[in-house]
């Protein structure tokens, strides 16, 4: 009878695994799809293999690169914008946050009544207001410095928005960390600054992951600061997309593009994925 459980647990198991592989899977192979028709194989009804079912086409994917005069969508530019202010930015708020993180981890601060776990709440109470919000004051401010429609205007607000979470996830995983292995380290030889880059950061490595794939899923998918920050000289990626649905949308080209898009956080999930299985202590304390 155990036996017969054990083997229907494993059944259902896996037709669960495979239902949720199915769900996920499906639209992007129904875009995939759909980036290779043309527009009487998209009107003409829902149909699934090419040349059997309908006439594929490369025209969804040859207007990513075509200039907008050729009525393609030029989408170079954008792609590029995006990569650099999501990099940048996700960079720069790592290597802010984590300083602030471990010192929220290992010092005490006091402001007025105000302690250590206050002062991590307001850090990541800065994401709780809606980017409505800030848009006027952002745009104010980066008009009156001159860095508005700029890289690095951008690069400064997405650097405001991703530092709550990277402090956020980062004081939790510093906090696992024994302090012990800092003092350790300062026996040995290192001062402060060695046994944080050499000792701890290293046992951290899983949460610096974690941030950095928050960091660079909101700073590349953002749409609002994208739209209401730039206008010409800087344009990224989803703003170009979304301009794309029109009266008459052209689904081959928006289904494209949509899939190139999410292309970078698919490889950076898959390049960064084996980390976050680690623990954060292995192998550092043995018997």
Not at 29 to 46: C, E, I, Q, R, Y
Not at 100 to 128: E, K, V
Not at 155 to 171: D, E, K, Q, T
Request: charged residues 10%.
């Amino acid at each position: 009878m155990t036996g017969r459980r054990a083997d229907l647990y494993r059944v259902l198991k896996y037709a669960a695994l495979i239902a949720w592989a199915v769900f996920v899977v499906a639209p992007f192979l129904w875009a995939l799809s759909t980036s290779f028709k043309s527009d009487p194989g998209v009107v003409g009804g829902a149909t699934y293999i090419p040349f059997l079912e309908y006439e594929p086409s490369v025209e969804g994917w040859t207007s990513l690169f075509r200039d907008t005069s050729s009525g393609g969508i030029s989408m170079q530019g954008p792609y590029l914008s995006s990569l650099v202010v999501s990099l940048i930015s996700t960079g720069i708020a790592l290597f802010l946050g984590t300083l602030a993180a471990y010192g929220l981890s290992r010092f005490t601060f006091r402001a007025g009544p105000l302690g250590n776990n206050d002062i991590t709440f307001f850090f990541i109470s800065q994401r709780i207001m809606p980017p409505a919000v800030l848009a006027i004051p952002y745009f104010l401010l980066l008009r009156f410095t001159g860095l508005l429609d700029t890289h690095l205007g951008l690069i400064l607000v997405y650097v405001a928005m991703l530092l709550p979470i990277v402090v956020w996830v980062m004081v939790d995983f510093f906090n696992t960390v024994p302090i012990e292995l800092d003092e350790a380290a300062l026996i040995d030889g290192c001062n402060p600054i060695q046994a944080f880059y050499r000792i701890i950061l290293p046992n951290c490595a899983p949460g610096m992951v974690v941030a950095t794939l928050l960091c660079i899923i909101f700073s590349w998918s953002d749409f609002f600061f994208a739209l209401t920050l730039t206008f010409a000289k800087v344009q990224l990626l989803p703003p170009t997309i979304v301009i794309l649905n029109s009266n008459k949308v052209p689904w081959w080209s928006l289904s494209a593009s949509a899939l190139v898009s999410v292309l970078p956080l698919v490889i950076i999930a898959f390049v960064l994925e084996r980390y976050l299985a680690r623990g954060t202590l292995a192998g550092v304390i043995r018997e």
